[in-house]
């Protein structure tokens, strides 16, 4: 539809935008703090096709959540190609899968763009000293600044409940570090 029919495929996205945005925010109006929009499927596209259909759909969503004021955290997966790109969404906090590298998107995204992951999932059905280590090394690549440590995709239904403890653990210790440090972290701001 995107070659064949790109105007009937902007009107189709307009139309899930519009649905989209009412839904999230009666989650909202019901309790919720934050919301976060998925978008597994925008590593299919290119930058030139995200930037052209994806990106103004999502821009939509937000724009229309701004009255809110609740956190939109929007999460895509294997989309290292198009960081900037979702930066431009007008989304507080980038959630990025385990194919990036959180060094490189700080980098890349300067420190206005939270960031939320990106540790790998699979990793949570090995031990929990792996875990821990992965959590660790994401936590390092932003000093924390900015970052919300999370997976890089959903847990996965087998995961043993002790790896992800670690993870949790593995969080609880560097916040405990990172406050006994003698140079403050900086955060980033989120609306």
């Not at 900015?146 to 993870?167: D, R, Y």
Request: a negative charge; one cysteine or more.
């Amino acid at each position: 539809m995107m070659y064949t029919a790109p105007d009937l495929l902007r009107a189709l996205l307009d139309k899930i935008a519009r649905a989209t945005a009412p839904y999230l925010r009666a989650q909202i109006e019901a309790g919720a703090a934050a919301v976060q929009l998925f978008d597994t499927w925008a590593g299919e596209l290119s930058r030139e096709e995200y930037d052209a259909f994806a990106l103004p759909a999502t821009q939509q969503v937000i724009r229309e959540l701004d009255a809110t004021h609740a956190p939109v955290i929007l999460y895509s997966k294997g989309t290292s190609h198009v960081l900037r790109s979702l930066a431009a969404s007008g989304a507080d906090v980038i959630s990025v899968d385990w194919h990036v590298d959180l060094a490189e998107a700080c980098r890349e995204l300067g420190p206005d763009v939270a960031l939320q992951g990106n540790v790998d999932p699979r990793l949570l059905l090995t031990r929990p000293d792996i875990v821990a280590e992965a959590a660790r090394a994401a936590l390092a690549k932003t000093r924390g600044a900015g970052h919300i440590l999370n997976l890089g995709h959903g847990i996965l239904p087998s995961t043993p409940v002790e790896n992800a403890q670690a993870l949790v653990r593995a969080a609880h210790e560097f916040q405990v570090i990172a406050a006994g440090a003698s140079a403050p972290i900086e955060r980033t701001a989120v609306r």
